[in-house]
């Protein structure tokens, strides 16, 4: 493919909005959460970004049997996968804040139910599916959350996968030389 306007390729498009996506979390995160985990998103969404990038292209150039093809899928999909599940889980974790009572009542303005949450307090100090409710009908834990959390963590599953393939790769074209 020669000529023609190269603003409109997928690769450009996504290393565009990975940028902007990278620039906009680590300035939230550096006025929210401080240096070091400004830092730790920076690095992931670096790897996001230059991953996805590499990963497109050399999709597109059907190069399915270099180990970089693999590599840059799997950096990718770790580093969104991480990021992503992180992202969900603290929201998660956090949505009740520090007093659940007044984050139902005056937050929210739902009944806040002592007795449910007293009989159901297993539930809510589970690490998964993550609940916070103020009543039988009223979850403060946004109801996004959990579906986020499953497909974050089944990405970098597969970003594992993607890495393993790499080394198989690497292994097998070694092997061939």
Do not use: Q
Request: aromatic share 10%.
């Amino acid at each position: 493919m020669t000529g023609g306007n190269k603003s409109s390729r997928p690769e450009r498009l996504a290393f565009m909005a990975g940028l902007a996506v990278m620039g906009i979390a680590v300035l939230f995160l550096l006025g929210a959460g401080g240096i070091i985990v400004a830092s730790v998103a920076g690095v992931l969404c670096l790897g996001m970004v230059a991953g996805g990038r590499s990963g497109i292209r050399a999709v597109r150039a059907g190069r399915w049997d270099r180990p970089g093809t693999w590599l840059s899928l799997g950096v990718a999909c770790v580093a969104t996968g991480v990021g992503g599940f992180s992202v969900a889980y603290l929201t998660g974790i956090f949505s009740g804040g520090l007093d659940v009572e007044e984050a139902c009542v005056h937050g929210h303005g739902a009944r806040y139910d002592e007795a449910f949450r007293e009989a159901h307090a297993e539930e809510f100090n589970r690490w998964f599916p993550l609940h916070s409710k103020c009543n039988e009908n009223f979850d403060l834990v946004p109801a996004w959350v959990n579906p986020a959390i499953v497909f974050f963590t089944l990405l970098a599953a597969i970003g594992v996968l993607c890495l393993a393939a790499a080394v198989m790769t690497a292994l097998r074209t070694r092997r061939v030389r």
